[in-house]
Antibody
């Protein structure tokens, strides 16, 4: 079964850091681009960051550029999101999603995890 | 990065057809045929229902169809059913980025 399982969410104070992880199974992880997408409470979807199959290209939303870093370990079928200088507005459910090709930006996302919750509050 | 613009809500009766519009700009929807649509039921992860403007993934009902004209994409749901009540999001490619629409709540 094709599956993505996120972890690493939690409650953190403004200015704090968190590292999210996403473990893939049921497919050849290294063949696909991957993205992180978040959804604030009662809000819409927001693309956060994406990474090409070989990590050769990475992209970030303006709202997180310079604070978040996306990475992947193809040997471990894992995707990561390092989040620093967290703000209250980063509070959201963070989804890991698979692109349908090796490129995260020109491909739709056909497999989604169930998400991990990040809450930034003082 | 501004989101693509969608109406906040659309409603219809069972059996009717509805269309959701998604307005972008020339550097996303207008320039590329990488428009997708996602359906999201409450408490669930999004589900891909349309990609490349008008293609449907295997298993998605033919009642869902997509199209595009200039900077505006659209999703039409024909023969509306109770199970179609959900949030719908368009999305598009932008160079080195990806952008979602503001989302539309469909009420049946």
């Amino acid at each position: 079964e094709v599956q993505l399982v996120e972890s690493g969410g939690g409650v953190v104070r403004p200015g704090g850091s968190l590292r999210l992880s996403c473990v893939a199974s049921g497919f050849t992880f290294e063949d696909y681009g991957m993205s992180w997408v978040r959804q604030g409470p009662g809000k819409g979807l927001e693309w956060v960051s994406g990474i090409q199959w070989n990590a050769g290209n990475r992209g970030y939303a303006d709202s997180v550029r310079g604070r978040f870093t996306i990475s992947r370990d193809n040997a471990k079928s894992s995707l990561y999101l390092e989040m620093k200088s967290l703000r209250v507005e980063d509070t959201a459910l963070y989804y890991c999603a698979r692109a349908t090709s090796g490129y995260y930006d020109s491909s739709e996302m056909d497999v989604w995890g169930q998400g991990t919750t990040v809450s930034v509050s003082s | 990065q501004s989101a693509l613009t969608q109406p906040a809500s659309v409603s219809g009766s069972p059996g009717q057809s509805i269309t959701i519009f998604c307005t972008g700009i020339s550097s996303d929807v207008g320039d590329y045929n990488y428009v997708s649509w996602y359906q999201q039921h409450p408490g669930k992860a999004p589900k891909l229902i349309i990609y490349d403007v008008d293609d449907r993934p295997s298993g998605v009902s033919s009642r869902f169809s997509g199209s595009k004209s200039a900077d505006t994409a659209s999703l039409t749901i024909s023969g509306l059913q109770a199970e179609d009540e959900a949030d719908y999001y368009c999305s598009s490619y932008r160079v080195n980025n990806y952008v979602f629409g503001t989302g539309t709540k469909v009420t049946v």
